[in-house]
């Protein structure tokens, strides 16, 4: 991947219009992938393996910072998603401002939604519309016990 892969909302759904045409079954998955850790990769390994292409919605600074507190994100926007592009299994990264990828969901029209096993299928944002569409709806369970907030606070305990 490259810093091509890391695309505005115009250029997402541009490119997943392109993909839809090819008979790809595109993979949405969003996320703050703050401190990307061994749990991360794994995840999104797993995610993409449920279709063709894989796309990452990556909240923006402000939007982490609303998520986590003021001392977050360790990384800004642009480091985190030039991280997650160099991962073979990332096809794009589409970073977003809102509180949820609500409006990015609608606007692309994945085939399948992942979320992480903290989520109930239910309380999904974007569940909804993404099975209007025919599409599906996956809660990947976690494999180990990762977190970049157990990291960070790891980090500062040695010191």
Sequence with gaps: ???????NLSKAVETV???????????FTN???????????????????????LIVGL????????????????????DRARMLTALRCVDMVTPFSEETPLNLIIAL????LVKGGDYCE?????AREVRSNGGEV???????DYSSSALIQRILDKH
């Design 122 to 126: 239910e309380n999904i944002i974007g």
């Design 1 to 7: 991947m490259n810093d091509s892969s890391i695309a």
């Design 31 to 53: 996320g703050c992938f703050d401190l990307l850790h061994p749990g991360h990769i794994g995840y999104l390994e797993r995610a993409r393996a449920l279709g063709d292409v």
């Design 59 to 78: 909240n923006d600074d402000a939007s982490v910072r609303g998520l986590k507190g003021a001392n977050r994100p360790v990384n800004c926007t642009t």
């Design 138 to 144: 996956v809660v990947m369970p976690f494999i180990g």
């Design 109 to 112: 029209k994945p085939d399948v």
């Design 17 to 27: 219009h392109r993909w839809h045409n090819d008979a790809r079954r595109v993979v």
